[in-house]
């Protein structure tokens, strides 16, 4: 009798009896009979993960096939064969959601307690099998609610991922694509359309693998070209984690995973820049390690998180924002051709979409904003506040933003933010400087804070003031970006004022 494996994918065993396809369509997958969906979805997609997502009960599907000769591997069910016989494989451990939950917390609690990982590990294979990205997001974010601190959670990350990816790098690719894929139906095939953000960043996550692997292997300048996941984390940062957060409830990736990106950046920064370290090679060895665990993290847990919350109009806006974080992992964002589509009818205004973001010409005098010593139209004060040569933010008095002023930056603010409380916009080791500044200005204990740095080899200062009314009232917040090369090279030429 022919066998056939359920663990394997569509793709492969069809490959391997072609008889299969005809047999798929029979039974309602008609998808498969066209080329295109069996070389793409068919490479990660298996028989039972199709079922789910098709809503085909699997007793259909098995006694389907062994009435064609098939005798069954891989299938963790327990069904009635039309003879009225039970077959029965490997039966999953079938706890509600609740109990779930208390299973993932009880073995990241033990680690946390120096259990072994691979003594949790085996516990954890014998109950699960699949475990829903929601799932693991929601057991971290319960710690940090209870109590735990975030930078124990955090602590945790490195061996999260170890507990659930397969053993081989192969076995992690396929998990990642499959729970891509069975995150949710047409939102998890968008997935795979080219331009579409999740494609990006897991084809982003393939090209620091080989990074990873180029410093593992003592490749030349393979830690500086590392770094470049740098900018990978930025656009995660500021595209994923905030609306994740504020909008659907899931403040797990964003207060562990945000801090981990900033402590494997901080970490390839100090390596880059200081070979001759007495720990350098351990140290590598783990910010390595940490950074492969990361990419698979992001393609197992945030983005099918992602991709079951998040709106396909919400993908788009996140599509349109990407061109603003070029990176040398890829050569441009890929065109996706349906949000281009789409890009005039979703056009962000305020944080929300309209049909139109054409602001009033002006000519019409009733459309003037009285402006104390004089007026101007929303045209004109547009124009005037993207002139000046600084990268302008306001923050209102309930810490929401409110604005930024067009043009190249910086410091990303993507339109998404508009809207949002501000401090879900900045990295955990940042939120709290930037609380204790608006508190301070909302005290009325200080007027303005100067940050002085160096950003890509340029110096910089930023430089938050207190906005207030007539009556000395807070009103809000400024940020005001500028280079400050000008003013070195001026100084420093020996140039004065005369």
């Known amino acids: 009798m022919k066998q056939l494996d359920f663990n394997k994918t569509v793709y492969e065993l069809v490959r391997e009896y072609p008889e299969v396809k005809d047999i798929m369509v029979e039974l309602g997958f008609t998808d498969i009979a066209k080329p295109a969906a069996l070389n793409t979805v068919g490479r990660i997609m298996t028989i039972p993960k199709g079922a789910s997502i098709k809503d085909i009960p699997m007793d259909q599907i098995l006694n389907t096939f062994q009435s064609h000769g098939f005798e069954i591997a891989g299938c963790e069910t327990e069904v009635k064969t039309e003879t009225g016989t039970e077959s029965k494989t490997n039966t999953v451990i079938a706890e509600t959601a609740d109990e779930r939950q208390k299973l993932l917390q009880s073995y990241v609690a033990r680690l946390s307690n120096g259990e072994s990982l691979e ?81 990006v960043f897991m084809k982003e996550n393939e090209e620091i693998q080989k990074r ?51 402590e494997i950046r901080d970490e390839l920064k100090v390596l880059d820049e200081s070979s001759s370290l007495p720990d350098y090679q351990m140290r590598l060895e783990k910010v390595t390690d940490r950074a492969e665990e990361m990419i698979y ?33 890829r050569s441009s964002v890929p065109v996706w051709k349906e949000a281009e589509e789409r890009r005039e009818a979703l056009k962000i205004v305020g944080g929300r979409t309209s049909e139109s973001t054409d602001i009033d010409s002006g000519k019409n005098n009733a459309s003037d904003i009285s402006l104390g010593s004089g007026h101007m139209n929303p045209e004109q004060i547009a124009a005037v506040l993207n002139t000046i040569p600084m990268e302008l933010s306001f923050v209102d008095e309930n810490n929401i933003n409110r604005y930024f002023n067009a043009g190249e930056k910086l410091f990303k603010r993507p339109d998404m ?82």
């Open 212 to 262: 990873i692997d180029a410093v593992r292997n003592g490749e030349e300048n393979a830690v500086h070209a590392l770094r470049t996941v740098t900018v990978h984390y930025a656009a995660k940062g500021d595209l994923l984690y905030p609306l994740l957060n504020r909008k659907y409830g899931y403040s797990g990736p964003s207060d562990v995973m945000w801090g981990v990106d900033d």
């Open 297 to 329: 993290k992001e393609n197992n847990i945030l983005y099918p998180l992602c991709l079951q919350q998040f709106s396909e109009d919400e993908w788009m806006q996140i599509y349109y924002e990407m061109v603003n974080y070029p990176s040398d992992l």
């Open 119 to 199: 003594s949790v590990r085996s516990e954890f294979v014998k109950n699960f099998k699949d475990v829903d990205a929601g799932e693991i997001a929601l057991a971290e974010q319960t710690l940090i609610q209870n109590g735990a601190k975030i930078s124990d959670v955090q602590r945790l990350c490195d061996v999260h991922s170890a507990l659930f990816h397969g053993a081989t790098r192969e076995e992690q690719i396929a998990n990642a694509e499959s729970a891509v894929m069975a995150s949710l139906n047409e939102r998890s095939v968008k997935a795979l359309e080219e331009g579409h953000p999740v494609s």
């Open 417 to 498: 933010a508009i809207d949002r409380d501000v401090f879900s916009c900045h990295p955990p080791k940042v939120e709290m400087m930037v609380r204790e500044i608006i508190s301070s200005f909302r005290e009325g204990k200080r007027d303005s804070v100067d940050v002085w740095m160096n950003k890509g080899g340029e110096p910089v200062l930023v430089r938050y003031m207190a906005v207030r009314n007539e009556k000395k009232e807070y009103l809000g917040t400024l940020e005001c970006v500028q280079k400050m090369t000008f003013a070195k090279e001026h100084f420093e030429g020996g140039k004065t004022n005369e």
